[in-house]
């Protein structure tokens, strides 16, 4: 009884250092399969991780490019907008300055059209103011017996150009007169000459006392 109690204990020793052994084994596997797992759980999410920041950053870029489109239009929106405004203050000031020219236009030819309307009125007033004048002196003057102003200007308008007439026709003839002298010789050229002479002058002092009658 005693040699199977010892085999009996000597076999549960060895069971239960082979159980040892196996619990040993399996934590160890245990903790071996668990560094493999975390390590590639780690992996993965690593990858995971890296598709997600490519596509975060593919997003972003697109994302960037559409706001850099969007402020390029709304920049271009807002340039065209202050290009149709200042055109359109340019125009608005050009008519502006066009409507100002001609109305400038316009009141220094009405104020250039009134001035001589003005003059006319004034030359015409004048003329009609003399006129009465020259009438009332004709007037009296022929009461009395007396001639005009005017007629006496003209009198002696007309006999001033006779009289300057009656000079140059001398002049000419004593030209012509001391050619022919100088020209020919002998009595008879002087004689002729002196005729011519002394019929224009008779002639030029008829035409005097005509005038002066």
């Known amino acids: 009884m005693q040699r199977q109690a010892a085999l009996y204990s000597q076999q549960m020793a060895e069971v239960q250092e082979g159980l040892n052994a196996m619990q040993m084994k399996l934590k160890n596997d245990e903790a071996w399969m668990r560094e493999r797992l975390k390590a590639r759980i780690q992996e993965l999410w690593a990858r995971v991780e890296s598709v997600i920041k490519l ?55 009405e104020e250039q059209k009134k001035k001589e309307e003005e003059e006319q009125k004034r030359r015409a ?32 308008r007309g006999n001033l150009a006779v009289s300057s007439q009656a000079l140059n026709r001398r002049r000419n003839l004593t030209s012509s007169t001391a050619t022919e002298v100088r020209g020919h010789e002998g009595g008879e050229v002087r004689s002729v000459s002196q005729s011519r002479v002394g019929k224009m002058a008779s002639t030029d002092h008829t035409q005097d006392r005509a005038t002066h009658k």
């Open 125 to 156: 007033d004048e003329e009609t103011a003399k006129a009465d004048k020259l009438k009332a002196e004709e007037e009296g003057r022929k009461q009395v017996g007396l001639t005009t102003a005017d007629e006496d200007w003209r009198d002696a």
């Open 55 to 109: 596509e975060e950053d593919k997003v972003r870029a697109k994302l960037e490019e559409e706001r850099k489109v969007r402020e390029e239009e709304e920049e271009k929106r807002k340039t065209d907008e202050l290009m149709r405004r200042l055109a359109e203050e340019k125009k608005k000031q050009e008519e502006e300055e066009r409507k100002k020219k001609e109305e400038e236009e316009r009141r220094e030819k």
